[in-house]
């Protein structure tokens, strides 16, 4: 019985103690999950006014996603912006890309990922000449394919796969575009 008792008081101190912990958690996700939200939104904004610096008045549109890779589509009178979230090494990798009325790109963003430090993670840094990965998309339109695939857009070495699934969301994001008509 004495033993009883014992594994009873141990058992209790753990779930007192796991109780407290997640109610502190609870407690400080509650406090900050505003500003998170907050935060995100600004990210998704500057994001926004990146790739299509003159785009005014975005708003939101409906469309058809063939590729699962769309998550939202903005409309203004200089363009689309275009949220898609292609499968990267490393995991999804959110991006937005501009597009203006011709159907050719005006910009693309990466606004998170988790591919590779020193290999994807390339993709979303800017050198310190201010050039970028993602600058030799602007200007193109029609489908991209990786030089290693026979295309036009310049892979990262050792990051294949982080930009295939970039150029993917491009591509994605230009037929979205085509099918809005």
């Not at 990210?43 to 058809?64: S, Y």
């Amino acid at each position: 019985m004495k033993n009883v008792l014992y594994i009873l008081r141990i058992v209790g101190t753990l779930f007192l103690i796991t109780a407290l912990v997640a109610a502190g958690l609870a407690g400080v996700n509650a406090i900050t999950q505003p500003r998170i939200a907050e935060y995100k939104a600004e990210k998704m904004e500057k994001a926004m006014k990146e790739v299509l610096p003159e785009g005014e008045n975005l708003n939101a549109v409906a469309f058809t996603d063939e590729t699962g890779m769309v998550n939202a589509v903005y409309a203004c009178d200089a363009g689309f912006v275009v949220e898609v979230a292609p499968a990267g090494f490393g995991g999804t990798i959110s991006m937005m890309v501009g597009i203006d009325m011709e159907g050719a790109v005006k910009g693309v963003s990466i606004v998170s990922q988790t591919e590779t430090a020193g290999l994807g993670a390339v993709a979303a840094a800017t050198t310190s000449s201010g050039q970028a990965f993602r600058d030799q998309f602007v200007g193109l339109s029609g489908t991209l394919a990786v030089d290693k695939d026979g295309g036009e857009v310049d892979s990262i070495t050792g990051a294949t796969i982080t930009t295939r699934a970039i150029t993917y969301g491009v591509n994605a994001a230009l037929a979205c575009v085509r099918n809005l008509g």
